[in-house]
């Protein structure tokens, strides 16, 4: 209790000196949680946004996925309900989706125009695609009608109810033509997506003469970091045909890079905080320690060991420490909950340049986790910023200090 009362004299004597320490820990706890928070809602809006349209794991023969750039029909999988089953019953998946990518081109009477396109499961993606609609409406039940990216659509002039002509290659390579009418318009939440066609599957089957088959079966899993080990469940569990390999997003260099260099980013720029807060503490608590020679001189000359000078200016700066940090965390809870829920919008036009889709509202990911590690950062860095002082105060004698 005595030392309580002293610690808290001692840190109340120079109010001006109080606060600055206080304040250069609170900023530096407060933006590293900040900036733990938005990064990781950065990166996970933005690995959602790229494998909501490729999957967080892909199942594709082992041609395919050596060539999956060009998007050769040629290397089809073979597809039934069966495996469909099978391949759902893995633990940790949500949802299974076969998938044909391809490429045709759009006429409607006056130009025509080249799009990617994709035949898709409407029953199974349903959800998904009425939370797109711009305009229309999503058929249920068997359809031949197409649905189009908002901006194809511009890019042509057409509209639900609209019927289009289209043109291209089947699996073995000779042209194929149809005509398709306009089901709805989607927005697909980023400029490098709204410009797809939409397939309902078995039409792309008949389209594209690939019965019974689908370039990828993408897979959605709970979560999408467990895509590593689902990736190997999958393989070991025997279901897949021959000549069948699977994929987890991490395997692929694109968004595997993206993921490192946000997650050095994040390190980096807490690293930089952090150090800005460490050297701002040590700079007072010198001074601090400065100011306070003859106060440690006369605790000496009555008796004080070095080590105990030690502990109670160390238990002095940990207090400082604990309270400057939750008070960081105090300040930003607030920002990061609004970050969390309006987000910071980017604009359509701050994205088009990227080379993948990217949302034009990125929001921060709330978690206590990252409240825990900002504060327990705080009181580690006050304390090894102020190690150093504390040793040069504990080394004073007496006599010198108290000249």
Request: aromatic share 8%; glycine share 8%.
């Amino acid at each position: 209790m005595m030392l309580f009362s002293l610690l808290y004299r001692n840190m109340t004597r120079h109010r001006l000196r109080l606060f600055l320490t206080l304040f250069a820990i609170a900023v530096s706890v407060g933006l590293s949680f900040t900036g733990f928070s938005m990064f990781t809602g950065i990166e996970k809006d933005l690995l959602q946004g790229v494998l909501k349209t490729s999957g967080h794991v892909v199942v594709a023969t082992q041609e395919y996925l050596a060539k999956s750039r060009f998007e050769p029909l040629v290397y089809s999988l073979p597809w039934d309900n069966r495996l469909a089953a099978l391949l759902q019953n893995i633990p940790g998946v949500e949802k299974v989706s076969p998938r044909i990518r391809f490429g045709l081109l759009l006429d409607n009477g006056d130009k025509n125009e080249p799009f990617p396109a994709v035949g898709v499961d409407f029953e199974i993606e349903y959800a998904d695609l009425v939370s797109m609609v711009a305009a229309g409406a999503i058929p249920r039940g068997e359809t031949r009608n197409i649905l189009l990216g908002r901006d194809a659509a511009a890019q042509l002039n057409l509209k639900p109810g609209d019927r289009v002509t289209l043109v291209g290659k089947t699996a073995f390579n000779s042209l194929t033509a149809e005509e398709a009418g306009i089901s709805a318009i989607l927005d697909l939440g980023a400029p490098q997506l709204n410009k797809v066609v939409v397939m309902p599957l078995p039409r792309a089957q008949s389209f594209l003469e690939m019965e019974g088959r689908v370039s990828v079966a993408q897979i959605y899993l709970h979560d999408f970091l467990a895509a590593p080990r689902v990736a190997e469940q999958i393989l070991v569990s025997g279901v897949l045909p021959q000549d069948c390999g699977v994929e987890s997003w991490k395997e692929r260099s694109l968004i595997a890079g993206i993921y490192a260099i946000f997650h050095g980013v994040k390190r980096i720029l807490v690293g930089l905080i952090m150090l800005a807060a460490g050297i701002g503490i040590l700079n007072i608590m010198l001074l601090t320690f400065m100011e306070r020679r003859k106060e440690i001189g006369v605790l000496r000359a009555l008796g004080c060991t070095r080590s105990l000078v030690f502990i109670t200016l160390s238990c002095e700066v940990l207090l400082q420490g604990i309270v400057g940090a939750a008070a960081g965390i105090l300040w930003s809870i607030p920002l990061v909950r609004w970050l969390s829920i309006h987000g910071i919008n980017l604009t359509a036009e701050g994205t088009k340049a990227l080379p993948i889709p990217v949302k034009t509202v990125i929001h921060a990911q709330a978690d206590p986790a990252f409240a825990l590690l900002a504060f327990g950062l705080g009181v580690i860095v006050s304390l090894v910023a102020s190690l150093w002082p504390i040793f040069k105060a504990g080394l004073i004698e007496p006599v010198e200090a108290m000249r």
